[in-house]
Every structure is written in C-alpha cells, then in structure tokens.
C-alpha cells in the first residue's frame, strides 16, 4: 500500500518537478544581458572550430576553418576551399585579416599567404617559414606582416616577401609576436614582454612587461588595448601605460586569445579557457558562449559580435532585447496570465497557479495568503491613485491601496466569486466580468450596474476601452459585446455558424479595435468596417493570445507559434485592399529565445509599462520586449547573385573574394547578358541577401521580366533559389531584391540580363523564308485553282465547242446527204408526175425514186451510227466499216475481201473520231468504185498497242499521179481528215498495179 502511494505521488509531482526544472533551465540561458545564437555543423557548418571571421564589403561574412574557407550569408554556409587551385591542397585557414580595401588575407596552414581581392587573387608560399602562422596586421601602406608561432615576422610589400631581424628592431626569442595596427595603420608588436611600436622602418620599444602569453587590439581613440596574462593594459601612443585590472577568470592558465574593440568603444576579451568578457567603463561582465576557448573575434556593419570557437562553431553575440523572466526572477509560477502597472510604476501580476506578485526593482516578490488576502488571484489591473484592483477565483474582488487589501462590497453584489476580467476606464469606471452567471458589472463611486450576457455567450475573457470611451468585451464562444453609455449591444462581426473564440481584445489610438481569434487571425473593428488578417496574407500566426502596441508603429502578437510583430500601417494596407500581404517579423532562436507560445484566459493579459517595454505572457516564461533595444536598420540588404546553373551546369558564380575558373562568368563584375541555347530544360538561379541581425525575417522577392507577370517568392523563407523551365526564345531581365526587418525594399538588387538563342526555325531569315514560301505556295495554289477553273471552263467550252461542231457536221450531213437525196425524190416525184402519160418514162423516174430513197435512208443509218454514243468503240467501227465495204462493194459489182482482227482491242472512240475515219474510208470505196475499174476490193484491219491501221486496196488501173480534178480533191480531203485528228492518209498506187489506201492512227494518250 505505501508502494502504490508513493507511485501515485510520483505520478503526480514529476511533472511539476520536470516543468520547474525546465523552467529553470530557460531562464538560466535567457537571464543575461547579452545572448549568443551558435551555428554549429548541424545547421551546416562545415567544421565547429573556427579560426578567423571577416566580413568583405559585399555584405558576405567569411569563415576560416581547419576544413578550408567558408562562406555566410546569415542563412547559408558555401564551402569555398579556395586552397585547390591557388595554394597547397588540404590546408585549413589559421589567421584572416580583412585588408583597409577590402580584400582578404589568408594565412593557410604550415606557411602559405593567400589574399583574395574580388575576383583575383595570389599566393605567397616562397620564402615563407613552414610553420603556423600566429597574427595579421596590415600597415597604412598596404604592406601585410605576418608573425609565426616560431617567433619569426615577415612582410609582404608590392608582392616581395622579407623577414623581420633583429636589425629592423625585431626582439630576439622564439616566442609568437602579437601584431596588430593602430586607427593611424602603424604597427604594433609584443613579444617577450617588449611592447614596440615601427617607427623609422624599425622597431622602438616603449615598454617592457612580464614574460607572459599577450594579445594586441587597436584602440579607436589611438593606441592599442594589451592583454597580459590575466591582466588588461591601455597603451597611449606616446607608451604611456594605464592597468585596468585582470580579467575575472575562472580557470587558473586562462590568458586572452584575441581583443577586439566594438564600434562602442568597449573592448571584448575572447580567452583561452574562461571565454568571452567584455570590458567597459562599467567594469568586466562575462558573456556566454558555446564554447570557453575563444580564437578570433570581429563586428560587422550590423553591429553583430562574432565569435570563433575551438569546437563550439560560430557565435553571434548581441545585446538581448527580449528577455524571459521565470521563477529565477522571483515568480512562483512561469505562467503569468494577468499583468498591470500601478501610478507609481510598479508592476503586478497574477501567475497561473493563482499567485499574486510585484515587481520590486528587478525581482519578483509573492504576496502569500494573509489578514485581508485570501489568495487565488485571476487578474489584476491598476485604478486611480495607486490602486490595484484584484479579481480571484473564488473569493470575489478586492482592491490594494495604501498597503492593504479590502474585499469590495457587501456579499450578494457580485453573483459570483469568480472573475476572469477587470478593466479601469479613462473615466475610473471599474469594470467587472463575471463567470457564471455571466455578466458585465460596471462600479462607479462604489455602485455597481449589471449588464446581463445570454446565456450560451460562454466565459468572458477580454476587454478594451476605445477611444471614443465605449467598452468592448469577447467571450470564448466569439461573441463581441460593445457597452456605449447604458447600452450593452451585441456587435459580433461574424456570422452566427462562423463563429471563433475570441483570445484578447485591443484598443489603439487610431479608434480601431482589434481581436485575438483561435484559428482566424486578427480582426479590426473601425468606422462601423471589420476585416480580417490572416496566415494567407503573411500573418505568422492564426491563434492569436495577444495584442499590444508599441511606440513605433509596430502591433505586437503573443501567439500559439511564439512572439511576433507586424507594422500597424502594413495591417492597415491589407484591411483597407491596398496591399495583399503583411510582413510579420517573428522573435525565436535569432533572438536567443526558446519555443514560445503564448498564455490566455484572463484580462488585462499585456502590458506597455511606462518604460516602454512590452510584456506578454507566454506559457513558460514571461517575456519582456524592448523595443529601443531592437533598433531598426534603415538599409535593406543588398542582393547578391551567387550561381546559375543551366541543367544542372553551373554557368556563371559569384566570386566574391574567390577567384573563379575561366570558363565561368564572374558575376562580381555587374551587369552581364546570360545567352542560353534553346534546347535548355532547366535554369536555377542563386541567389542571397547577406543579413545577419535577424535573417530568419529578411524577405526577399525576384522576377523574370518577360516571363513573371508578378513579383514571385521563394517557396521556403530560406530560400534563395528561383527555378524555371524551358524558357522561349526572346530576351528576358533577372530581378531580385531584398527588405529588412524595417520594410526598406533594397532599390536596386540583383539583376542580369537573359537572351534564349531561338532554334533554327525561330530565326528571323528561317520565318521570312517561310513566309516568302507560303507566299509562294499560296501564289501557286491561287494559280492552281484558277488555272484550273480556267481549265475546267476551257473543257466545258470545248465541250461546249464540239457539242457545236457535232451538231453543225450532223446538220450538214443531213442537208448535204439526206437533204440532197430528199429533195432529188422530190424533183424526180414531180417528173414523174409530168410523164404519167408515158409510162416507160415514169418507170424510170420511180426507178430513180426507189434508188434515191434507199440511199438516204443509208445516209441517215450512217448519220445515226455516227451520233449513237454506243458505237464509240473500236470494234463497232471495225463492224461497221467492214459490212459498210461489202454492202458497197456489193451494190458496185465488186469483190470485196475482208481480213479483219479475231478479237478487236476494247477501246472507246470518240464520235469525232469514228466519223472522220468512216467518211475516209467511204471516200477511198466511192473512189474504187468510180475511177479504178477493179473486180476486188481488200478491206484490212490491224490493231497494235501504238495505232490503229486500215487499209484499202484494189486491183485497178491504178495511176501514176494523181490527176488535178475532183479526185485530187477527194485525197486532199481524206488526207486532210485523217489529220485533223492526229493521223496519217497514205496512198500508194502504179499505173495497172492498182491503188493501196492506208489509213494510220495514233491511239490517242488516256
């Protein structure tokens, strides 16, 4: 049984023990007045030793390592290792030394000087000691001194290199020589206990010390700071010496690795073993580092501190501007959840454990349960002539004045004991929110007037006073009460289902009043207008705890994700639809602060004490802004390019200090025109804005003019690369700039300028021969159509044309043949007529008749077989031809032989054709049978793949040549016949051997 108790109690206390340990332990770290951020090999540190800091004027802060050079934007680590190509390979960097033109000089492992000076660079490694170098210093004329840990010094002066004897004044020993140069760039020295100073092209001393490890630091105000084992010197230019007491060491051996002296005028002490102090007027003040051996120290333009390490990596130290207060500072209880200052600036607060404290000084003292006291305080605010009004809950309300506590009011006014709400108007009107039930109680000269809630209005949880005197008051469910004189009206701006809790309500001097909601953001009331801000349009947070406002126009939030700050003018722009989005300027690990979310539930819940600092409680710890503290720095960051890579091949780098291969473009040298082929896939472009102060807020935009129709952002806050496709072929501008915390947008930032080379068939000459071809081609297919329209209509004429010449041959046939024959019956008919009374005469006449008939009646057989489109063959021309030759032949008394093709070719003949070729071979049979006195006629057929071939032949008298009468006219107009349509007459004959007819045609193309 003792067992299970004590499990339980375990259960029960190792929380809380866990949650006060922790709590402890944050405001351990956070107590200090100065923090350290440490970048270490997680965050991408190559090495976390670190062995020399310098920042060059581009705004970039370099790292000498044993791993190599390194180079910081505030956000990145590029490992240069320029060693590979302009010194011995593998030698980390010992010593770096910024030169007064900006260059940088590196004294690498076992003896090599580097200097890099923007996109050149040199190493010295001749005639140089093989041993570590100790210390840098720089002269006004440019000539750089480097001591060794072997106790020699040597220079560089206009690229020769010389060492330092005893003849230049150099004192004698083994022991490393401290160097610096003084505000007038003269050097000092100290080495075995001699402080010298060059004059005159040599060494003077001016003073002697105790032989102990030293360090030297120029003085802003002449002179030189000098460490000497535990003690710290000031040394006038005329040698004289001022002791300013040893350093407070911890460890015995603890001697001063480096000095340098702030753009304040405090001198900072980074030592071998109890790590870093700084020395002021106030005295020595230690300040915390990740590590106690401190190696080298520099400030850049920020005025950041930073701090090499052996094995701690780099520090940034700065003066804390928000700082955590806990129960190391006095608080029972980490979580504050009520705060107010009374009229005589001290400042009350009730924790979440029910505790009520103020701040006495620097610390905070409980007020335990006493006479008139009874504990369990909500929250607290402060009412007129010093009092404090004081809401518990479970016992009602009380006010303090005058040293004492006082329950106000007799039992049974206030319907409940617990209060979640108290405010003091302008007008010392005390008002009161009320639990259950729930209710607005307003106490005015010690009345109280009730203002009933609904009931489902959940509980109360804040209140603000406007600048017009009207109070509004937020509950948990999101409904919004504004009381205006008597009146209480509910002003909710949401819609009834669309409701959010409502966290905190604040009022500003402008007249607006804004609202903390759980999941929606900010809204802001003003000018009977309401509109929301939230994490779409740059706000950090969606679950706002807390709202306050500070004297240089900035709102601050206590949220679920920590604290935060937006520019009140920015909130403003988005509300009223002149901009999109706000910048919101978030405090965590760059500010040396621990996750954070903030407290709510009670009211008043923050605080703008009459200091000016800003207090907002969080769950862990209470924080306290000052905002003087945090500074702004009116110039943005400049934007610098570092690589671009075009698939996957870099093309142009950054060089900074750093020389760069020859094949690559040095973008160091500005404006430059990037020309791209046009199969590219795929640009990237590196880019940064070297911040140091707090770049987790720097914001950065870029644009591709001609391609961004916007200003783009990079998808990750740290990002800093812009990522595009195959782009077309035109010219296009590279645009990159950067705003710092302040909001100044950097005027002019990165920028190049892109040409996409276009493919061949994107050139000017390949479209302007495209264009003069389809020119063409369209010239050509115009004229195609129209020529053959015109063709078309052409055929259509011909057709039209032989149409025409075929019924003007029919018509003539029919009047020359069978209009001769009809009229000759005619004539005869009439003759015939007039001889009836002799009938051997009218015989004979109708003998003539019957003849005449019979002949046109074969004159209009031949007319309709020349026009019946059936016969446009070859073989019913053949046919007909051959029974023509016989049934003439016949009728002349002559034998006629036909030798005819046993299978006629299957060809089509035009009528035209057939015609022509039948009128011939006509004409050749009347000629037989008229003039040549034959007994047999031959009538022959031949039909080839070329032509066709008929020929006539008889066995007459035949002639020698052909008589100039009506048979020469007959053979001129077969001839003629035959070539008209493309053929050929030819007539052979002898006199007694008869005459030969060959009729020879071409077989016209298809």
Known sequence: MASALASRLLRVFLPALAFFATASLLEASTNSAWYARTWQSEEGLPNNTIQGVAQTPDGYLWLGTPSGLVRFDGTHFDDFSPTNFIAPPNRGTVVMLRSRRGALWLALDRGAVVCLDGSASRSFAENLPNSNPYNLAEDIEGTLWISYRDGTVYRISQGNVSSCSKQDGMPEGREACALTSDNKGRIWLMKNGRLGLLRGGAFQVLHKFEQQPASLAAARNGGVWLCVGYQLYRVEESGETHQLGPLPAARPGTYANVLLEDSEGALWIGTSFSGLFRYSPAGFESVPTSHQEIVCLAQDKEGNLWVGTTGGGLNRVRRRAIALEGPNSG??????????????????????????????????????????????????????????????????????????????????????????????????????????????DRIRDGKITSFDLPRDSRVLRAMAEDMDGNIWAGTSKGILFRISGEQLVQATPRPPRDLASIRCVAATADGSVWLGYAGWGI???????????????????????????DNHGWLWFGANRGLFKVRQKELEDVLEGRASRVRSIHYGLGEGLPSLQGNFGDSPDVLRSSDGRLW???????????????????????????????????????????????????????????????????????????????PENIQVRYRLVGYDETWQEPESGKARVAKYQRLGARSYRFEAVACNQAGAWSPVGATFSIIVEPFFWQTWWFRAAALAAFTLSLVALVRYLSFR??????????????????????????????????????????LAHQDRAEPDKAGERLGRISSTARQAIKSLDEIVWAVNPRNDTLAH?????????????????????????????????????????????????????????????????????????????????????????????GLRNMRQRLADIGGECRVESKPGAGTRVTLHLPWPPN
């Open 331 to 440: 608080l029972p209880f980490a979580a504050v959840q009520s705060i107010c200052e009374d009229a005589s600036g001290t400042i009350w607060a009730a924790t979440q454990n029910g505790s009520l404290v103020r701040r006495d000084g620097e610390r905070w003292n409980p007020i335990p349960p006493g006479p008139g006291w009874p504990g369990e305080a909500s929250c607290v605010t402060a009412g007129p002539q010093g009092s404090v009004w004081i809401g518990t809950h479970m016992n009602g309300l009380f006010y303090w004045r005058a040293g004492s506590f006082v329950p106000w009011g007799e039992p049974g006014l206030l319907r409940t004991q617990t209060i979640h709400t108290l405010l003091v108007s302008r007008k010392g009107d005390v008002w009161v929110g009320e639990e259950l039930p729930a209710r607005i």
């Open 523 to 549: 809204g802001r009331l003003k000018g009977g207008k309401y509109a929301e801000v939230r994490m779409a349009s740059g706000l950090y947070d969606d679950y706002i705890s807390h709202i306050v406002a």
């Open 616 to 694: 907002l409680p969080m769950r862990t710890a209470l924080a306290v802004v000052d905002p003087e503290k945090l500074g702004e720095n009116p110039d943005p960051p400049a934007t610098l390019l570092n690589r671009i890579t075009v698939d996957e091949r870099t093309v142009a780098s950054y060089g900074g200090v750093l020389p760069i291969p020859p094949s690559q473009t040095n973008l160091m040298m500005g404006e430059f025109n990037l020309r791209l082929p046009p199969e590219h896939k795929h640009l990237e472009i590196e880019f940064a804005a070297p911040n140091f102060t707090e």
């Open 789 to 830: 329209r015109l063709h078309r209509r052409l055929a259509v004429l011909e057709a039209q044309a032989a149409l025409h010449r075929e019924r003007t041959r029919i018509a003539k046939d029919i009047h020359d043949d069978l209009g001769a024959n009809l009229t000759q019956i005619a004539l005869l008919g009439e």
């Open 877 to 969: 021309l053949i046919d007909y031809a051959g029974q023509f030759a016989i049934d003439y032949s016949r009728l002349a008394g002559l034998r006629c032989r036909l030798d005819l093709p046993e299978q006629t070719p299957v060809r089509e003949l035009s009528t035209d054709l057939r015609h022509n070729i039948f009128l011939v071979i006509k004409e050749a049979l009347n000629n037989i049978v008229k003039h040549a006195r034959a007994s047999e006629v031959w009538f022959r057929a031949r039909t080839g793949d070329e032509a066709l071939e008929i020929i006539i032949e008889d066995n007459g008298c035949g002639f020698e040549r052909a008589p100039d009468n009506a048979l020469s006219d």
